[in-house]
């Protein structure tokens, strides 16, 4: 039997690009200028960098800046597209539970727009051992997650949504005891029908701070958005800034 990648392969694909359109580089140009005025700095690693639109934006602010992804798609697609040639050679395929990287090698590391609770508990504590591991005393942290309140108030169990002329179904549920959000996503487009499923763990607030504190982190901030407005059930986002200790 041909063997299955995991959910988090299959979600980051070509198809991926349709989904969010307003996760573009406008919005990461305005989060690298929130993440600017409050503490980034240095060398920064965008761990989990997409198709790299928060690495474009960072080297555009005058940061050394790199990327490292999982999805050979979307770093094909951040290098290929025109204008985006300051990426060619900033950015590395590589697994965010193994960091190929000296240890205290950078200055800041940001992991943005939920790439965070993919990997069951233990992977998911790796990452951050990983994240501690690359990043120098004092160095910055931003973690930009969903917040489980809101989900939990907000979520739309599904949608039809019609794009340049795609069609997107998508299903939205919650399992584990709500500790899961699962979504389904199906894009009929020109050329056919694409299928797969997004499947993040929910992080709470306190539990956050607790795994931050273990891993050798001190929390500096939680906000509830790039508006540096204060983290509450009703927050959109979960910001959390931290410091390598
Ligand atoms: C929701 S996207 C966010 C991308 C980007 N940070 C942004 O804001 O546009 C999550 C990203 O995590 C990446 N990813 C998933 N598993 C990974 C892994 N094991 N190591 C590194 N990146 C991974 C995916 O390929 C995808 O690009």
Known sequence: MAAVDPWYVEAFREGYLRLYPQRDLS????????????????????????????????????????????????????TNSPGWEELRGRLLRADARALPFARAS??????????????????????LLEIARVLAPGGFLALDL??????????????????????????RSLVAGGRLVVKEVELHNESGRL?????????????????????????????????????TKSSTRQLVLAERI
Request: charged content about 25%; some cysteine.
């Open 106 to 127: 950078f200055g800041s590391v940001v992991n943005l727009f939920s790439s965070f609770g993919y990997f069951g508990e233990a992977g998911d504590k790796q990452v």
């Open 195 to 231: 299928q797969w499923r997004e499947e993040v763990r929910l992080y709470e607030p306190a539990e956050l701070s607790r795994w931050l504190d273990a891993a050798g982190f001190r929390e500096t901030a939680a906000c509830g958005d790039f508006d540096g407005s204060p983290l």
């Open 27 to 78: 919005a990461a140009r305005r989060e690298t200028a929130f993440l600017l005025a409050h503490g980034l700095r240095g060398r920064v690693l965008d761990l989990c960098c997409g198709f790299g639109r928060h690495s474009l934006a960072l080297r555009e602010s005058g940061l050394d800046a790199i990327g490292i992804d999982l999805s050979p798609e979307l770093l094909a697609h951040a």
């Open 146 to 171: 969903m917040n489980p309140a809101f989900v939990r108030a907000h979520l739309v169990p599904f949608s039809r949504t019609e794009r340049d002329g795609a069609l997107l179904v998508e299903s």
